[in-house]
């Protein structure tokens, strides 16, 4: 018996609670039901297992992390309906149930008719670069991210950001840092030609500097542009609900709009989007949505060679019900609004520290300025790589740095210095609590007091691309131990 479980999307606001005597907190509107274990190892064991790791957090191992916050990729915590829902799956090769009510989830979210199942984001990019950018080519994206970024480049095509200066500076009161410069982009498509720019990227919101956003009405401004042009637009909604939690907030047109039609809207202006579900719908999988047919059947013949049939695309069928579920759930104001709002508060508490972070908060994770934390690193020595291995070694934190190891060396072998060095500490949807973000923001409090015995680091083993994932590094000096003899100092009840 196949019983049918629907999701309806229904339209709330976010609940906003004040406080009568006590600090003003922001307040999770979940419960937990079920729990995991977490450990946290002696300073010294998380010495050895930073150096076993090459310095490199995501070599480290998760039962060796405390709190892990590394990234918000597929790491989400799923809600009761969403675990019910996998329950039911059906597990057709061809012609699954499953796949329809995903399908139709997407259609009642966007208004395109067609799907395209992928098993996450980065297999998108693989496909729509497959299909689209050939030699010589010219890619328009606001931020680029490190897939497409690599997918562009072995298709010998080029990207161009079009995000305005202003939007690197870390501490601004820019509500859309994510937004194109509109200017830059039609000169762009002036000196190069339509011809050769075969769709121009949103990212929305933006994942490289800061988890930023992209304003709606720019969003309309870029479709504008496009359409005179016949140029394809298209949309990276990985980071969406973040984004749209953004759009309600922060952009005056659009704050009594529910987060379904402000959805609809960003939709109706692009040709194209695709998502990795590992963010949005708090799940594991992704997929292309698009409303031409004729685009549609080009595209058709990739997803059996490079993901699966066309009705799992290499994903399984229980995520896919879950994501189905998950995708229901970010249209609810109260969800998406968690993350964020935790974000907020750690860096308004971080700004009181004097704590250099990103502002104004974006989505995704809080992200720390290593130039600006550890002025006395040069770049060549990775500050923010440096920063990250602090961090896991005081608190058994894993972050992420997002700066200069996560740029490739150019051609000749210079280094190519990234335009922000940041820590990024990510936060995955509905998996921490207020306690812990404390703790964290203890650490760091704790580690900017001691930032002078930080320094560098440099490779012993360093890949030629995507050198973050993979590379290994030292120390250039004795500091860890130095760090941690101060750790021992002041926190001797701990060890």
């Known amino acids: 018996m196949i019983i049918n479980f629907l999701i309806i999307i229904q339209e709330e606001k976010m609940n906003k609670i004040k406080f009568y005597k006590e600090e003003n907190i922001p307040i999770e509107f979940h419960r937990a039901r079920i729990v995991q274990k977490i450990n946290l190892i002696p300073i010294d064991e998380r010495l050895k297992c930073l150096t076993e790791a090459g310095n490199n957090t995501f070599q480290l191992y998760n039962k060796d992390i405390f709190l892990d916050m590394l990234t918000d990729s597929g790491v989400n915590a799923m809600s ?36 395209l199942p992928a098993h996450q984001g980065r297999a998108c990019e693989n496909i729509l670069v497959q299909r689209f950018v050939k030699s010589e080519d010219i ?53 190069y030609g339509k011809e050769r720019i075969p769709f121009v990227r949103i990212e929305a919101g933006s994942n490289l500097i800061g988890g930023q956003p992209v304003s709606l009405n720019n969003i309309k401004q870029i479709s504008n542009i496009c359409k005179s042009n016949d140029i394809l637009l298209v949309l990276d909604a990985s980071l969406l609900q973040d984004n749209l939690h953004f759009i309600h907030e922060r952009e005056e047109n659009y704050m009594n709009t529910s987060i379904i039609n402000i959805t609809k809207e960003i939709a109706s202006f692009v040709d194209i989007i695709y998502f990795s579900a590992r963010k949005l719908g708090f799940a594991r999988g992704g997929g292309i949505c698009l409303r031409d047919k004729e685009i549609y059947d080009s595209l058709i013949r ?26 229901a759930e ?47 690193i040069p770049d060549n020595e990775y500050p923010a790589g440096a920063l990250t291995a602090a961090l896991y070694l005081c608190s ?50 704790w580690l900017y007091d001691n930032r002078t015995l930080i320094e560098g680091l440099m490779f012993y083993e360093e890949p030629e691309v995507m050198r973050f994932y993979f590379g290994k590094l030292a120390p250039v000096s004795d500091w860890q131990n130095i760090l941690v003899k101060k750790y021992k100092q002041d926190f001797l009840s701990e060890i």
């Open 80 to 115: 009761d309906d969403m675990q019910a829902a996998m329950m039911h799956a059906d597990d057709s090769y061809a012609g699954s149930e499953t796949y329809l009510r995903m399908q139709r989830k997407l259609v009642e979210i966007f208004n395109m008719e067609y799907f």
């Open 139 to 191: 890619i328009p994206m606001n931020v680029r991210f490190d897939s497409i970024k690599e997918y562009i480049r072995q298709a010998n095509a080029t990207f161009i950001e079009m995000i305005k200066e202003d939007a690197l500076i870390t501490e601004s009161d820019i509500a859309f840092k994510g937004n194109f410069d509109i200017n830059k982009l039609e000169k762009v498509i002036s000196y």
């Open 302 to 327: 990739y997803i059996p060679t490079y993901e699966g049939y066309l009705t799992y695309g290499g994903m399984s069928v229980k995520e896919m019900e879950a994501i189905t579920v998950g995708l």
């Open 330 to 376: 970010t249209m609810d104001e109260n969800i998406i609004s968690q993350g964020p709002e935790f974000i907020r508060y750690m860096v308004e508490k971080l700004s009181e520290y004097g704590i250099p972070v990103v502002t104004p908060p974006g989505g995704l994770g809080v992200h720390i300025d290593a130039r600006k934390f550890l002025p006395h």
């Open 396 to 445: 058994g934190i894993r972050a992420m740095e997002r700066g200069n190891i996560s740029e490739d060396r150019l051609d000749d072998g210079t280094e190519q210095f990234a335009k922000m060095e940041l820590v990024r500490i990510a936060l995955p949807r509905r998996v921490y609590t207020l306690s812990q973000i404390k703790y964290v923001i203890d650490r760091l409090k």
